[in-house]
């Protein structure tokens, strides 16, 4: 049974103001390792960001900025 080892939550603010928060946890496996999981959520009504919209967001000179 995985186990919830903790959690990370930053806030990213790109610069046109738009606030989206980076959620990540940390799982403990039952073979010992950790996996990171990560999402992304609008700081805002709307919550979850869909992958297509992400793809929208971030800067295409930045591998992943965001």
């Known amino acids: 049974m ?9 806030v990213i603010t790109t610069l046109d ?11 403990l496996m039952p073979n010992g390792r950790y996996r990171h999981p990560v999402v992304y959520y609008k700081a805002g009504p709307g919550g979850r960001i869909s992958s297509e ?4 967001v971030r800067i295409p000179v930045y591998d992943y900025l965001i």
């Open 2 to 10: 995985n186990r919830l080892a903790g959690v990370k939550k930053q």
């Open 53 to 56: 919209e992400l793809q929208r």
């Open 17 to 27: 103001g738009q606030k989206f928060i980076r959620l990540e946890r940390t799982i």
